[in-house]
């Protein structure tokens, strides 16, 4: 499932270069996610970067984006294409 950042975000910034997706970016006064690129850092990390990284625990999966380990797994293959999942 993507993740999403909700009201809580303080728009530190922390988290954006931390998106082994590049999924993160600023938006309207808090930072946003992009569904399309996050693969909850499956194929790269085994915890997720952005939520790790957060001084106020703002990212948490997203109800509405519910996706099984294939499914993330066949996002960052279309990602990365050529390159090998390492979790
Ligand atoms: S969970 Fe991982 S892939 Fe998804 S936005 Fe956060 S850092 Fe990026
Ligand atoms: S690290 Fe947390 S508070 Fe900072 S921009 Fe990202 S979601 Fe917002």
Redesign the pocket.
């Known amino acids: 499932m ?2 999403k950042i909700s009201d809580e975000c303080i728009a530190c910034g922390s ?1 954006e270069s ?4 590049e ?2 970016s600023p938006g309207d006064g808090i930072y946003v ?1 992009d569904p399309d ?5 499956v194929g790269f ?1 085994d915890t ?4 790790d990284v957060c001084p106020v625990e703002a ?1 948490g999966p997203d109800p509405d984006r519910r996706e099984t380990r294939e499914q993330l797994l066949e996002k960052f293959a279309r990602l990365h294409p050529g390159k090998t999942p390492v979790l």
């Open positions: 993507a993740f988290c931390e998106c082994p997706n999924a993160i996610i690129k996050c693969t909850e850092c990390y997720q970067q952005c939520l990212p």
